[in-house]
């Protein structure tokens, strides 16, 4: 009944916006919704956008490591530089985000462990954009605390991009572990070739690192490939793929103390298909997908006729998006389906389908009040049918001031892991749990002018149906339930600014603070695993100064969760460019911290990297 009152209050908002007319010149950066794309300016949503100019300074190799420095996002490495990372927006769990890849979703129905699997190096993005709060109506199920989506370069100027580097903590290897000192390098190749009617991306990266403990080493290798021809003026071909296989100790990852030796093995191909139509005032963007994974875990390690997990997972996914500008406002029409199926040692073979349908209404006012509203309507095999609608307001009251507001619904359908595991005594899935269903109510503000940028807000987001791992005594092993009802409180911050001092001499800084208050509503006596983790506190502050073809930028991150001891990541990268070439040196946490973000995997000390960077350009 609820989500039916706020669907009817939203189609009877949208209908009587019919009776304005208004124009509106479009301008900066296009936000790439599946349907309405959206300049910047106009965006009616908390959006941080993270440009491939912002992503050069940052000390940082993978995309997992560049995703901490985004506010609001909570990333837990369980294992350094890329390993495996599990990532969160704004309090909620690494099921609830979504990451996407040029619109291209990366949900893994196994586990969300596996869903930072990405082919990409840091050469090949063009800008990472990250929307805080339930994404539903914009990218379907799955999108319950936000969504985040990677761009990848496709025009543009030609190049061909070399970055290689290595680094150590200088500290001597555990006993057991071999002879030398901890440390590792890797090399990301990326080329860019564009001619008047097609773009070809192609990128390879290989890291080796022999860990920075016991049984931590690590083998990546990722391929990557993206290309566009451009048919005419109306019409275009994309195609994507992407490979990437992943050798690491998990070493305290999953089952510590026991699984000291323990190792995983995990390979992820990811393809796609999709052409962009326009006739008139209409577009479609029909476009199919397939992301196939294989995870391989082995407690004990070398010995694998026993204690072994394997897990072969598929996500075959078919869309089409539509959209059309009428003097009344822009509308988008979305339809997907989604056919999950996995074979596994230890959650057994199961499939199930999800369908969706998708509409979106944006219309401008007196070119100051900006209207989205739609709303996501799904239909899964397991759960039937559910509605998840949304709707925003932005109004600017100057060219330098906004303000703008939302109400969103999103969902979480639980993973096969969840529902199947069968791994006595440690955890047993739970094939009763039903989704997790949210409602969220934000507003913030923004003023922007030249190179001040200002923005803040509050949010309010409630839970349903919570799921959480729980377990009432040490003797039994844990599984998933639906707890009861998630609350969380949240207020964000952030200011930056550039100067230019002298000639040549440039000074920057941003800030950026998160603050959560989560809470549950539950009629069970069992605390909640997941609330002892949960982000509190997050305080990221960065300072750039640069002179000629010299910069360096220092960057602090402050961590508070839940009943855990806070502690400050103090991280410098120095860059000297050289014609073609750049010279960079990073060390990270300077401050030598100890602490743990997942599992019981203590993470790096203090460590030194050098890179050399070549670009060539046409």
């Keep these: 009944m609820k989500k039916f009152i706020a669907f009817t209050i939203l189609t009877l908002s949208s209908t009587c916006a019919f009776s304005q007319e208004d124009t509106t010149v479009f301008k900066e950066v296009l936000i790439q919704g599946n349907r309405l794309d959206i300049p910047v300016n106009q965006a009616t949503r908390n959006i941080e956008i993270l440009t491939a100019e912002d992503i050069k300074k940052l000390p940082a190799r993978t995309v997992n490591e560049l995703l901490a420095y985004v506010g609001g996002i909570d990333v837990r490495q369980r294992g350094p530089f890329g390993n495996q990372a599990d990532i969160s927006i704004d309090g909620g769990s690494f099921e609830q985000t979504l990451v996407l890849i040029n619109g ?94 097609q773009n070809h991306l192609i ?32 019409n275009s ?116 389908d999800n369908h969706g349908i998708s509409l979106e209404y944006r219309k401008v006012f007196w070119r100051k009040l900006i209207l989205t509203a739609g709303t996501y309507v799904n239909y899964n095999t397991d759960y039937d049918w559910q509605v998840y609608p949304g ?21 979480r359908i639980p993973s096969f892991t969840d529902l199947y595991l069968n791994q006595l005594p440690g955890n047993v899935g739970n094939p009763n749990i039903q989704p997790e269903d949210a409602w969220a109510y934000e507003a913030n503000f923004q003023y922007a002018k030249r190179t001040l940028k200002i923005n803040g807000g509050y949010f309010y987001r ?17 599984s998933p339930i639906n707890i009861g009802e998630n609350l969380v409180h949240g207020i964000h911050a952030n200011i930056s600014q550039q100067f230019a001092i002298k000639e040549k001499h440039k000074i920057g800084y941003k800030v950026n603070y998160t603050f ?27 300072l750039n100064y640069a002179y000629a073809d010299f910069s360096i930028q220092i960057n602090n991150r402050f961590i508070k969760r839940e009943l855990n001891d806070p502690y400050h990541l103090l991280s410098v990268r120095a860059n000297y460019d050289i014609n073609d070439f750049s010279v960079y040196a990073d060390v990270s946490n300077i401050l030598n911290a100890k602490y743990v973000e997942a599992g019981a995997v203590p993470m790096p000390p203090r460590w030194f990297t050098l890179g050399v960077r070549y670009v060539w350009k046409k």
């Design 391 to 411: 709707i925003d307001f932005a109004y600017r009251f100057s060219p330098s001031w906004k303000v703008y507001a939302s109400v969103g619904s999103g969902q």
């Design 237 to 352: 071909l994309q195609w994507m793929g992407g490979y990437t296989y992943n050798d690491f100790g998990a070493n305290g990852f999953y089952a510590a103390p026991g699984d000291i030796n323990s190792n995983e093995i995990v390979e992820t191909a990811l393809v796609s298909l999709s052409s962009s139509h326009q006739l008139g005032r209409f577009t479609i963007s029909p476009r199919i997908s397939n992301r196939y994974n294989e995870d391989d875990y082995r407690y004990l390690g070398k010995d694998i006729d026993i204690a072994r997990s394997k897990h072969y997972s598929n996500a075959l996914m078919a869309e089409i998006n539509t959209s059309i500008k009428t003097t009344i406002g822009d509308f988008g029409l979305g339809f997907e389906s989604r056919f999950d199926e996995i074979n596994s040692s230890n959650i057994g073979q199961h499939q199930r």
């Design 104 to 197: 291209v979703k990366l949900l893994d129905a196994q586990t969300a462990h596996n869903m930072m699997n990405i082919p990409i190096p840091l050469d090949a993005i063009e800008r990472i954009e990250v929307l805080r709060g339930p994404a539903a109506r914009v990218y379907g199920i799955n999108a319950l605390t936000g969504a985040i989506n990677i761009v990848t370069k496709s025009s543009g100027e030609s190049f061909i991009a070399v970055n290689t580097y290595a680094g150590s903590s200088f500290q001597e290897k555990e006993a057991g572990d071999g002879d030398g000192v901890y440390g590792g390098g890797g090399i990301q190749l990326t080329g860019n070739f564009n001619t008047k009617k």
């Design 462 to 478: 409630s839970i349903s149906n919570y799921i959480d791992w729980v377990r009432e005594m040490p003797s039994l092993p844990y």
């Design 203 to 234: 990128a390879l990266s290989q890291d080796l690192y022999n860990g920075q403990r016991y049984n931590t080493a690590q083998s990546n290798t990722r391929l990557f490939y993206s290309g566009k021809h451009k048919i005419n003026t109306k």
């Design 516 to 542: 959560l208050k989560p809470s549950y509503n539950s009629e069970e006596s069992i605390q909640s695993k997941y609330i002892l983790e949960s982000l509190r506190n997050q305080l990221i502050a960065g």
